[in-house]
């Protein structure tokens, strides 16, 4: 089975800074991999979604990176605001069968004005 | 882009009393819909799959008879907490796939259910 991992559990920076978010999972036999953003009480929004033939993706001040091979995703976040402090989550969606979106268990960021 | 509506935001009950959340797919259909739990600090839980037409697949653990799932068309799923209890407090949310096989999943805003 299909695990995901996400390294910071938590993690707080000062506003301005580049930071670097971590997922890893144990089945490179992804069909995709799907960036969310959690804000407290709240559903998930999609940030970035890599198909399992990119090697990245990215909008705005984000980016996504997949590598298969090692079984890593990162997502980049460029000159850090307030504003995005939230809840971070990576799911990887399997080749086969409906139920098969894997979820990450999280980082929470924290950007300090 | 697709967009999932989840109704209601927020709801509080009395325990045994049931409680029906909805799922609509705005602008697309869905023939599968999936229901999450979520725990305070944790990530989501698949609870079940909604199909269209058919009845859902629960994964294992979740109570059928406690949590109710209806898929009557194909842009609304239901799920109906059945004689709630305290335990049941929780924060549930709702997915769809895409309409294009390449897109990913879209989630409705989540309903925090609290059971006095």
């Known amino acids: 089975k299909q695990e995901v991992t996400q390294i910071p559990a938590a993690l707080s920076v000062p506003e301005g800074e580049n930071l670097v978010l971590n997922c890893s999972f144990t089945d490179s036999a992804i069909y995709n991999l799907q960036w969310f953003r959690q804000d407290p009480g709240k559903g998930l929004t999609s940030l970035l979604l890599i198909q399992s033939s990119q090697r990245e993706q990215t909008s705005g001040r984000l980016n996504a990176s997949l590598d298969k091979s090692s079984g890593r995703s990162t997502l980049y976040i460029a000159a850090s605001q307030p504003g995005d402090s939230a809840t971070y989550l990576c799911?990887?969606?399997?080749?086969?069968?409906?139920?098969?979106?894997?979820f990450g268990t999280g980082t929470r960021l924290t950007v300090i004005p | 882009g697709a967009v999932v509506s989840q109704h209601p935001s927020r709801v509080i009950c009395k325990s045994g009393t049931s409680v029906k959340i909805e799922c609509r797919s705005l602008d697309f259909q869905a023939t599968t819909m999936f229901w999450y739990r979520q725990f305070p600090k944790q990530s989501l839980m698949l609870m079940a799959t909604s199909n269209e037409g058919s009845k859902a697949t629960y994964e294992q653990g979740v109570e059928k008879d406690k949590f109710l799932i209806n898929h009557a068309s194909l842009t609304l799923s239901t799920l109906t907490v059945t004689s709630a209890h305290p335990e049941d407090s929780s924060f549930y949310i709702c997915?769809?796939?895409?309409?294009?096989?390449?897109?990913?999943?879209?989630f409705g805003s989540g309903t925090r259910l609290t059971v006095v």
């Open positions: 799911a990887a969606r399997g080749r086969t069968g409906a139920n098969n979106l894997f």
């Open positions: 997915s769809a796939p895409g309409p294009i096989e390449t897109d990913g999943y879209t």
